[in-house]
């Protein structure tokens, strides 16, 4: 099993360009997230989805959009990047339990640079 | 709102002793409370989770302890080595939630 996978690994990108981050995961897992890192703030999370066609936000979904069309994908779009999103991006699934989410893996990240 | 904290924010330690990282929240209705590590340049790597019904879970050297009713949780690790030396968070599902929230995480130096 490849766990959690997130292409691309590195992008720079132009204040007000678009790109779709694209997670994937070979678990079956209900739960998928999406995080950035940065420095200080620890790890926030932008959006989540509970199950295959479905989304929800999280602490910081503005200028992010994201789509859950497949169970094992979850996509993160930016419209029109800004400096601000300058961060680490990390994906996440998860299962449920009788008891609460699982554990939750991550794959490796994606570090993006808005000039 | 829940907030996790986690103290101290960094440690060095000489190889072999045993330590203790804390964690604490503000809101006691959680399902479960997670404890992982991050090495540089890295994805978070899952190490215990703790089911509110648990007080505790055992990985090798790793403990990790919980007291939902004051909490707070610590993770403890013994004899440390060089190779421990990363950013441990922990983070915490309340109920109803479907997420988790995350503490900042304590950076770990164990040194030879």
């Known amino acids: 099993n490849a766990g959690v996978t997130q292409t691309p690994k590195f992008r720079v990108l132009k204040t007000g360009q678009s790109m779709t981050l694209l997670c994937a995961q070979d678990m079956n897992h209900e739960y998928m997230y999406w995080y950035r890192q940065d420095p200080g703030m620890g790890l926030r999370l932008i959006h989540y989805?509970?199950?295959?066609?479905?989304?929800a936000k999280g602490e910081v979904p503005d200028g992010y959009n994201v789509s859950r069309l497949k169970k094992q994908n979850f996509l993160l779009g930016l419209e029109s990047a800004a400096p601000s999103q300058t961060s680490v991006y990390f994906c996440?699934?998860?299962?449920?339990?009788?008891?609460?989410?699982?554990?939750?893996?991550f794959g490796p990240g994606t570090r993006l640079t808005v000039l | 709102k829940q907030e996790v904290t986690q103290i101290p924010a960094a440690l060095s330690v000489p190889e072999g002793e045993n330590l203790v990282l804390n964690c604490s929240f503000t809101?006691?209705?959680?399902?479960?409370l997670q404890w992982f590590r991050q090495d540089p340049g890295k994805g978070l790597t899952s190490l215990l989770l703790i089911q509110s019904s648990q007080r505790e879970q055992t990985s090798g050297r790793l403990n990790a302890s919980l007291d939902k009713s004051s909490g707070r949780s610590t993770l403890y690790i013994a004899a440390s080595q060089p190779g421990d030396s990363a950013t441990y968070l922990c983070a915490v599902e309340s109920y109803n939630t479907d997420k988790l929230i995350f503490g900042t995480g304590t950076r770990l130096q164990v040194f030879p």
């Open positions: 996440a699934s998860s299962y449920s339990t009788r008891e609460g989410l699982g554990e939750q893996f």
């Open positions: 989805s509970v199950g295959e066609g479905t989304t």
């Open positions: 809101d006691s209705a959680i399902y479960n």
